[in-house]
Nanobody, 125 residues
C-alpha cells in the first residue's frame, strides 16, 4: 500500500516560481523511480519529469526543460518539483506518481502504479 500526497500548488503570476512536494508513505521509497505528470484544462494528462530511485538520473518533457527541476530527499521520502519562470500554459493539476518497482524513470503513464491526488497550479498572465 502506497500513499502519495502532493502539496505546494497555488496561484502565481507568469514568471514566478513554485515548489511542489510529494510525501510518500507505505512503501520503500529510495530505490523506486518517481515522476510528475500534469493535466491542463481540456487536455490529456502528460508527463512532466521523472527521477531515478537514487536521484542521479532525471528526465524532462520539452515544454518544461530548463525551467523545472525535479529532486528527491530519500531520507524524508519526499519528491520535489521546483518550477521557475512559470507560464500560463503551465496551468494544470500536477500529480506525483510512483513506478511499480522500477529503478529508472519512464515517460509512460502506464508504467506508474501509484498516484497522488493532485495539486492545482494556476499561472496568471
Amino acid at each position: 500500500q502506497v500513499q502519495l500526497v502532493e502539496s505546494g500548488g497555488g496561484l502565481v503570476q507568469a514568471g514566478g516560481s513554485l515548489r511542489l512536494s510529494c510525501q510518500a508513505s507505505g512503501r520503500t521509497f529510495s530505490t523506486i523511480a518517481m515522476g510528475w505528470f500534469r493535466q491542463a484544462p481540456g487536455k490529456e494528462r502528460e508527463f512532466v519529469s521523472g527521477i531515478s530511485g537514487s536521484g542521479f538520473t532525471t528526465t524532462y518533457s520539452d515544454p518544461v526543460k530548463g525551467r523545472f527541476t525535479i529532486s528527491r530527499d530519500n531520507a524524508k521520502s519526499t519528491l520535489y518539483l521546483q518550477m521557475s519562470r512559470l507560464k500560463p500554459e503551465d496551468t494544470a493539476v500536477y500529480y506525483c506518481a510512483m513506478r511499480g518497482g522500477g529503478r529508472y524513470p519512464s515517460q509512460q503513464e502506464y508504467d506508474y502504479t501509484d498516484w497522488g491526488q493532485g495539486t492545482q497550479v494556476t499561472v496568471s498572465s
